[in-house]
């Protein structure tokens, strides 16, 4: 019976087809594993590819709806004079047709000469009264946008306070001594009595 050789005693081609032969399905297994990596990463990268074009389609469609819509709406501010809304000039307020008979009627008044539209018709307060601006701003635009106002225009009973309180604050003293008066009961109104004053007719 022979004995078998020491694998010392192999030859060296002999020990390099015995490593090969016990490590061959380790290394099918490796490159198997690595092929389908190769193939998730190429799934993967396709689908970020795909994601990358639908965010590129998306961003530029944005980009046109709020490039159109800045457009429209620095026409229309140019076109509607709204820088001018920014200061006191009365004469903005006849920029609307509807207001011009209230713009002539201030100009025939006695307050024309000591107060002007916001004077009356805005609250104390760079902020506030830039506020009660935009607010009635918007109003405005809407109901003359839509026709959907009285005609002739008439003051809403949040801007008729505002009003109000415009004439006790520049009429304190006077208004304080009229107050002290009974009134059965009721509120004291200024431009109740004095409706024509800011507006002369």
């Known amino acids: 019976m022979e004995i078998p050789n020491h694998p010392r005693d192999v030859e060296p081609h002999s020990q390099s087809n015995l490593l090969t032969t016990s490590h061959g399905s380790s290394t ?47 026409y229309t501010f140019h076109y509607a004079k709204g820088t001018s809304y920014l ?9 609307c047709h509807v207001m ?11 307050h024309r000469h000591v107060a002007t539209c916001n004077d009356c018709h805005t609250t104390e307060g760079f902020f506030s009264k830039q506020f009660v601006k935009a607010i009635n701003g918007w109003n405005h635009s809407v109901a003359f946008t ?24 520049c009429h304190e003293s006077v208004v304080h001594q009229i107050d002290m008066i009974p009134a059965n009961g009721e509120p ?12 002369l007719r």
């Not at 200061?87 to 920029?95: E, K, L, R, S, V």
């Not at 839509?146 to 309180?165: A, L, V």
């Not at 004095?194 to 507006?199: E, Y």
């Open 28 to 74: 099918l297994q490796l490159m198997s594993v690595a092929g389908m990596l190769n193939d998730l990463w190429g799934d993967a990268a396709m689908e970020v590819a795909g994601l990358q074009r639908l965010i590129g389609v998306f961003g530029l469609g944005l980009g046109v709806l709020v490039g159109i819509a800045a457009g429209v709406g620095s």
């Open 87 to 95: 200061g006191d000039d009365p004469a903005t307020c006849a920029n």
């Open 100 to 110: 011009q008979g209230h713009y002539d009627a201030w100009l025939k008044s006695s």
């Open 146 to 169: 839509t026709g959907d106002f009285h005609e002739p225009i008439q003051i809403k009973e949040w801007n008729r306070r505002i009003t109000e309180q415009s004439c006790r604050r």
């Open 188 to 199: 004291r109104s200024c431009i109740r009595c004095h409706d024509s004053v800011g507006h």
